[in-house]
């Protein structure tokens, strides 16, 4: 169970995780070394997964996001497994989600515009076995967008 202290930490961490134990232990008021213990043991614990650099993705050519939605020929085991082996190695594939609805999956894509966008659905995403149907949606602009969990 975490505790009040162990919230602070997260979402400090959350915000910038490359502060040191010390700038973190001055605003818990706690010491250096019970700042490490309480990190230490929410990555063993797994509540911390990871730590990674946010790329800006206009910075790197990959501004143009989609979110696509894919509907599945058959909704069998073995169709399934085929899919979510392939999707996973497409690195133009941020995110992909199992959903109920309309759709099986949605796919959150990021490429660098229009033209590279639609490469990639006719020579990579609908090459995968098994697609019955897709449907892009193009994003405006973005209104939020978090990697901070409320804990």
Same mark, same amino acid.
């Given at each position: 169970?975490?505790?009040?202290?162990?919230?602070?930490?997260?979402?400090?961490?959350?915000?910038?995780?490359?502060?040191?134990?010390?700038?973190?232990?001055?605003?818990?008021?706690?010491?250096?070394? /019970?700042?490490?213990?309480?990190?230490?043991?929410?990555?063993?614990?797994?509540?911390?997964?990871?730590?990674? /650099?946010?790329?800006?993705?206009?910075?790197?050519?990959?501004?143009?996001?989609?979110?696509?939605?894919?509907?599945? /020929?058959?909704?069998?085991?073995?169709?399934?497994?085929?899919?979510? /082996?392939?999707?996973?190695?497409?690195?133009?594939?941020?995110?992909?989600?199992?959903?109920?609805?309309?759709?099986?999956?949605?796919?959150?894509?990021?490429?660098?515009?229009?033209?590279?966008?639609?490469?990639?659905?006719?020579?990579?995403?609908?090459?995968?076995?098994?697609?019955?149907?897709?449907?892009?949606?193009?994003?405006?602009?973005?209104?939020?967008?978090?990697?901070?969990?409320?804990?």
């Amino acid at each position: 169970m975490l505790d009040t202290t162990d919230k602070k930490l997260l979402t400090l961490l959350q915000t910038d995780a490359k502060k040191t134990n010390k700038e973190l232990s001055n605003i818990l008021g706690l010491s250096v070394t /019970a700042v490490y213990e309480r990190i230490r043991k929410l990555e063993r614990n797994g509540v911390i997964d990871r730590y990674v /650099a946010l790329v800006n993705r206009d910075k790197v050519r990959k501004g143009f996001s989609v979110f696509c939605h894919i509907k599945l /020929a058959q909704h069998s085991r073995d169709y399934i497994r085929v899919f979510e /082996a392939k999707v996973t190695k497409l690195k133009e594939v941020l995110e992909c989600y199992h959903v109920s609805g309309d759709y099986d999956y949605i796919l959150k894509i990021v490429v660098d515009d229009m033209d590279t966008y639609r490469e990639f659905m006719i020579n990579k995403l609908t090459t995968i076995e098994h697609i019955g149907s897709t449907h892009s949606v193009f994003t405006i602009g973005e209104v939020k967008n978090t990697t901070i969990v409320e804990v």
